[in-house]
């Protein structure tokens, strides 16, 4: 007989997301701010000013690949490793460690492509106040300062970047607990201390803030066996207004100063109907930074997968455009300068700076670290539709089949998590989904494809072959006191599987094979979800930090659970092919390289106009860092949208990288037809254009396959030198000729669009009509003007179009600019004269080469 909670199981579920149905917003209780996190609080408190840390020359080493140099912490002896590596292409890392530490602290494995390769350094001169080193790149420099320990990277008279330049390095040392009977190991490795550094650390424990070794958030404690390990580097930007990137987060493309609140946090988390423009920590975490100006483009990748919040300062917050006029008359001196500091709970001090000189140069560089996103299957870039949940196979059956009857193009038809037998992945629900083959030989034959959701939270059931397997092989997460840790999620009672392991990512990849996944067909693809991961009762929803991962503890490792998850299913889906095949995966949580197996989405958003806006610099930030395949829920997830919304929030999804409608189990359905013939015809035309530039998503695709630039850009990042493009994430260039600006206002009877290089020329895509660069346009978009615009792109549409969007693209004849191929042009006619439904009529199949995908 089931136990109690087994009993209770699903019905504590369905209570749970009955309450959080209700609430239609995020609860911001179940986070934390910096003032409850304890090391955030503790680091921040630090002020700038003198570092305690000095270097200690006489230890410095120089070796062809690396300089290494001792530094000392003269408050506490506590002695720390600097090594230093000039990387090629312009690349210099600066890793931090403690010179003898307790035990190993951990480092990031596998998020690095390979081993990068290095380049020799050279000293320059050196006294008894630093080391100059050549860098070999046009007069490229580091200078490293004794007291306090600075590094300032130069090239000419120029600084480019300063570290520790307000002093808040901070390395918080492993220590034994005073409490504590040590073993004769680490009694032996305290013996060998000095002295002066036993007696510090006596002190600074008698000093020991709340929450070192244990703290408490609402009714969860957590323990910390290895006590306080935090780490903090300031960074300083002189010249730089402009800061981008850090993805996850609900806000502007520019990032903003946070002195008077919270600092930008990097931890992922499952976060039920996300705010807007505030800094709280979403379902990824990339810990890369772009800065820019005028002159040059410069880049940040701190590699911890740890806890991380970022603080930003600048000189000019606050100042209004007369102020900074102002200044100009007035002869001010003053540099602008932004100032950014990272601080992790655990880890050591891994830094790549990239120094560009300009965008393509720093997406090379991160590219040349963390690779590139990886090249989609063709089909992928058409139209996805998806609901929590299609009820069974009659319903997928009925609503493929309203595709053909409406005449609408897609791809892909999605099932979430109740297509399964009792929230048990890799199954199907017995009586629902009977016959999954048969269903799935039936999008085949209409060459369409399907994506079920395989979630990383296994259900606790002596009957499922999946739990039952990764039990015995001890391959779920441990809690601190060394069984299974548990968790609460859709299945109810949970374990969850240890993906930082080869071992154990190895046998998930093996269990998408045809004859270990049961109903399965080539024709069918994953989507991971939850994978924060999501605990339901567990601290801020996720897993405990004491919860173990082999030798490390998840405070270590959180923010790499969701791209094992994602490696692993993308491994198993080119491995049930042979090879041949490029997989689809699509992931919620994400990190550092994540774009190298798949797609990602902007999670659970609302059906708002400022969740339509937010879509824009949310994909944005995403592209900057490396993952292009980027977009978020058509419609909104959550609430109902009203007919204009829903319509223009299609026009908006069909120019960005994922396009796919997606809704929740609690509201109204949705599909393209269901809101009359008008808006039928508006949301045909809008998935319809995506299929018309489908050749030149694929060429741009290609294109960040090999270059790593994004494929969904800021138009900055093309206009280096144009300081009006520098905040602009209202409109946004795909590749580098196609620049759109969707409407995200209610109502609203025009747009107001800026057109950027003095030089350029642009047109038009439906009239053909010329407009010169550095202008603002103005756009008319009202619905009855619009409705009557006939226009043409190489074949006569209809006039039924409705314009919710601008579109242009830059004349390949002008020279300043180019297009690499012209093939999207005439590919695009024969699909709409064709009248596209899916993408046979390109591709017969979605194996390597050529087109196919």
């Given at each position: 007989?089931?136990?109690?909670?087994e009993?209770m199981?699903?019905?504590?579920?369905?209570?749970?997301?009955?309450c959080?149905?209700a609430?239609?917003?995020?609860?911001r209780?179940n986070f934390k701010?910096?003032?409850?996190?304890?090391?955030?609080k503790?680091?921040?408190?630090?002020?700038?000013?003198?570092?305690p840390?000095r270097?200690l020359?006489?230890t410095?080493?120089l070796?062809?690949?690396?300089?290494?140099l001792?530094?000392?912490n003269?408050?506490?002896?506590?002695?720390l490793l600097?090594e230093?590596?000039?990387l090629?292409?312009?690349i210099?890392?600066?890793?931090?460690?403690?010179l003898?530490?307790?035990?190993?602290?951990?480092?990031?494995?596998?998020?690095?492509?390979?081993?990068?390769p290095t380049?020799?350094?050279?000293v320059?001169?050196?006294?008894?106040?630093?080391v100059?080193?050549?860098?070999?790149v046009?007069?490229?420099?580091?200078?490293?300062?004794?007291?306090?320990?600075?590094?300032?990277?130069?090239?000419?008279h120029d600084?480019?970047?300063?570290?520790?330049?307000?002093?808040?390095?901070?390395?918080?040392?492993?220590r034994?607990?005073?409490?504590?009977q040590?073993?004769?190991e680490?009694?032996?490795?305290?013996?060998?201390?000095?002295a002066d550094?036993?007696?510090?650390?006596k002190?600074?424990?008698?000093?020991?803030?709340?929450?070192m070794?244990?703290?408490t958030?609402?009714?969860h404690?957590?323990?910390k066996p290895?006590?306080?390990s935090?780490?903090?580097l300031?960074f300083?930007?002189?010249?730089?207004e402009?800061v981008?990137?850090?993805p996850?987060?609900?806000?502007?493309?520019?990032?903003k100063?946070?002195d008077n609140?919270?600092p930008y946090?990097l931890?992922?988390?499952?976060?039920f109907?996300y705010e807007?423009?505030?800094?709280?920590a979403l379902?990824?975490?990339?810990?890369?930074?772009l800065?820019?100006n005028?002159?040059?483009?410069?880049g940040?990748?701190?590699?911890?997968?740890?806890?991380?919040?970022?603080?930003i300062?600048?000189?000019t917050?606050?100042?209004?455009?007369?102020?900074?006029?102002?200044?100009?008359v007035?002869g001010?001196?003053e540099?602008?300068?932004t100032?950014?500091?990272w601080?992790s709970?655990?880890g050591?001090?891994?830094?790549?700076?990239?120094l560009?000189?300009?965008?393509?140069h720093?997406?090379s560089?991160y590219a040349?670290?963390t690779?590139t996103?990886?090249?989609?299957?063709?089909?992928?870039?058409?139209?996805?539709?998806?609901?929590w949940?299609y009820?069974?196979?009659?319903?997928?059956?009925?609503?493929?089949?309203?595709f053909?009857?409406y005449?609408?193009?897609?791809d892909?038809?999605?099932l979430?998590?109740?297509?399964?037998?009792?929230?048990?992945?890799?199954?199907?629900?017995?009586?629902?989904?009977?016959?999954?083959?048969?269903?799935?030989?039936?999008?085949?034959?209409?060459?369409?494809?399907?994506?079920?959701?395989?979630?990383?939270?296994i259900?606790?059931d002596?009957?499922?072959?999946?739990?039952?397997?990764?039990r015995s092989r001890g391959?779920y997460v441990?809690?601190k006191d060394?069984?299974d840790?548990e968790?609460?999620?859709?299945?109810g009672?949970?374990?969850?599987?240890d993906?930082t392991?080869?071992?154990?990512?190895?046998w998930w990849?093996?269990?998408f094979?045809?004859?270990?996944?049961?109903?399965?067909?080539?024709?069918?693809?994953?989507?991971?979800?939850?994978?924060?991961p999501?605990?339901?009762?567990?601290?801020?929803?996720?897993?405990?930090?004491d919860?173990?991962?082999?030798?490390?503890e998840?405070?270590?490792?959180?923010n790499?659970?969701g791209l094992y998850?994602?490696?692993?299913t993308?491994d198993?889906?080119?491995?049930?092919?042979?090879?041949?095949?490029?997989?689809f995966?699509?992931t919620r949580?994400?990190?550092?390289?994540s774009?190298?197996?798949g797609?990602?989405?902007?999670?659970?958003?609302?059906?708002e106009?400022?969740?339509l806006?937010?879509?824009?610099p949310?994909?944005?930030s995403?592209g900057?860092v490396g993952i292009?395949?980027?977009?978020?829920?058509?419609g909104?997830?959550f609430?109902?949208?009203?007919?204009?919304?829903?319509?223009?929030?299609?026009?908006t999804g069909?120019?960005?990288?994922?396009?796919?409608?997606?809704?929740?189990?609690d509201t109204?359905?949705?599909e393209?037809?269901?809101?009359g013939?008008?808006?039928t015809a508006?949301?045909?035309?809008?998935v319809r254009?995506r299929?018309?530039?489908l050749?030149?998503w694929y060429?741009q695709?290609?294109h960040?396959y090999?270059t790593?630039?994004?494929?969904?850009?800021?138009?900055?990042?093309?206009?280096?030198?144009d300081p009006?493009?520098?905040a602009?994430?209202?409109?946004?260039?795909?590749?580098?000729?196609l620049?759109?600006?969707p409407v995200?206002e209610?109502?609203?009877?025009?747009?107001?669009a800026y057109?950027?290089?003095?030089?350029?020329?642009w047109?038009d895509?439906?009239?053909?009509?010329?407009h010169?660069?550095?202008?603002?346009?103005?756009?008319?978009v009202?619905?009855?003007?619009?409705?009557?615009?006939?226009f043409?792109?190489?074949?006569?549409?209809?006039?039924?179009f409705?314009?919710i969007?601008?579109?242009?693209?830059l004349?390949p004849?002008?020279?300043a600019r180019?297009l690499?191929?012209?093939?999207?042009n005439?590919?695009?006619?024969v699909l709409?004269?064709?009248?596209?439904?899916?993408?046979?009529?390109?591709?017969?199949?979605?194996?390597?080469g050529?087109c196919?995908?």
């Open positions: 007989m089931a136990s109690f909670s009993r199981a699903p019905v504590l579920v369905l209570w749970l997301a009955m959080l149905g609430t239609w917003a995020v609860d209780g701010t910096c003032d409850q996190s304890a090391f955030c503790r680091q921040r408190a630090l002020k700038p000013g003198d570092s840390y270097a020359l006489e410095m080493e070796t062809n690949t690396r300089l290494t001792q530094l000392i003269d408050n506490n002896k506590v002695r600097l230093l590596y000039r090629q292409g312009n210099t890392r600066v890793k931090i460690n403690e003898k530490p307790l035990k190993p602290r951990y480092e990031v494995p596998d998020v690095l492509i390979r081993d990068p380049e020799p350094l050279s320059l001169s050196q006294d008894e106040s630093g100059v080193l050549s860098l070999g046009e007069s490229q420099r580091v200078i490293v300062s004794v007291r306090p320990f600075r590094l300032d990277i130069m090239e000419g600084v480019l970047m300063s570290l520790n330049s307000r002093g808040l390095l901070a390395f918080e040392h492993l034994m607990r005073k409490d504590t040590a073993d004769p680490a009694e032996k490795k305290e013996e060998a201390d000095s550094q036993a007696e510090a650390t002190e600074e424990e008698e000093k020991a803030e709340e929450g070794w244990e703290e958030f609402k009714s404690s957590d323990s290895n006590g306080p935090s780490i903090s300031d300083s930007l002189p010249g730089v402009h981008y990137g850090i996850e987060h609900a806000d502007d493309l520019k990032l100063t946070t609140g919270d946090r931890f992922n988390l499952d976060v109907q807007l423009y505030n800094p709280m379902y990824g975490a990339v810990p890369v930074m800065a820019h005028a002159q040059r483009t410069t940040i990748f701190w590699l911890n997968a740890a806890e991380t919040w970022v603080d300062s600048s000189n917050a606050g100042k209004t455009v007369f102020g900074k006029m102002l200044d100009y007035q001010s001196s540099i602008p300068q100032d950014v500091r601080i709970e655990s050591i001090i891994d830094v790549f700076i990239m560009g000189p300009t965008p393509k720093v997406f560089q040349s670290l690779g996103q990886s090249f989609p299957p063709l089909a992928s870039l058409g139209y996805h539709q998806c609901r949940n009820n069974d196979q009659e319903d997928v059956r009925s609503v493929d089949a309203g053909d009857e005449d609408i193009p897609y892909f038809i999605w979430d998590i109740e297509h399964t037998d009792g929230k048990r992945y890799f199954t199907w629900d017995p009586h629902k989904f009977a016959t999954p083959k048969e269903m799935l030989q039936g999008l085949m034959d209409k060459k369409r494809k399907m994506v079920a959701i395989v979630d990383p939270h259900k606790i002596s009957n499922y072959k999946i739990h039952n397997e990764i391959f441990k809690n060394g069984g840790y968790g609460w999620c859709w299945p009672n949970a374990g969850y599987p993906f392991r080869a071992d154990m990512r190895a990849a093996s269990m094979a045809y004859d270990q996944y049961e109903g399965s067909m080539e024709n069918l693809y994953t989507w991971n979800d939850m994978n924060e999501s605990v339901f009762n567990g601290p801020e929803v996720t897993m405990h930090k919860a173990v991962h082999g030798d490390w998840n405070r270590d490792v959180h790499l659970y998850v994602q490696m692993a993308a198993g889906l080119v491995q049930r092919s042979g090879g041949v095949e490029r997989p995966v699509l949580a994400f990190f550092a390289g774009q190298r197996y797609a990602v989405w902007t999670g659970d958003n609302a059906a106009w400022d969740h806006k937010i879509s824009i949310m994909c944005l995403l900057l292009s395949f980027c977009g978020a829920d058509v909104g997830f609430k109902s949208p009203t007919p204009e919304l829903l319509v223009r929030w299609y026009q069909a120019y960005q990288p994922f396009f796919r409608a997606h809704a929740h189990l109204p359905r949705r393209p037809w269901l809101f013939p008008e808006n508006l949301i045909r035309e809008a254009q299929y018309t530039f050749p030149y060429q695709f290609y960040a090999r790593g630039e994004p494929v969904m850009r800021p138009l900055w990042v093309e206009y280096t030198q009006a493009t520098f602009v994430d209202d409109e946004f260039l795909i590749g580098q000729n620049l759109v600006h995200t209610e109502g609203a009877r025009g747009v107001t057109l950027p290089g003095k030089e350029e020329v047109f895509i439906h009239t053909f009509q010329k010169n660069g550095a202008q603002n346009l103005y756009i008319p009202t619905m009855s003007s619009v409705r009557r615009l006939r043409h792109f190489l074949i006569l549409w209809s006039p039924s409705f314009l969007e601008y579109v242009l693209f004349d004849r002008v020279p180019r690499h191929h012209s093939s999207e005439a590919s695009s006619s709409l004269l064709h009248g596209t439904r899916s993408l046979h009529s390109l591709c017969g199949s979605e194996r390597s050529g196919r995908g």
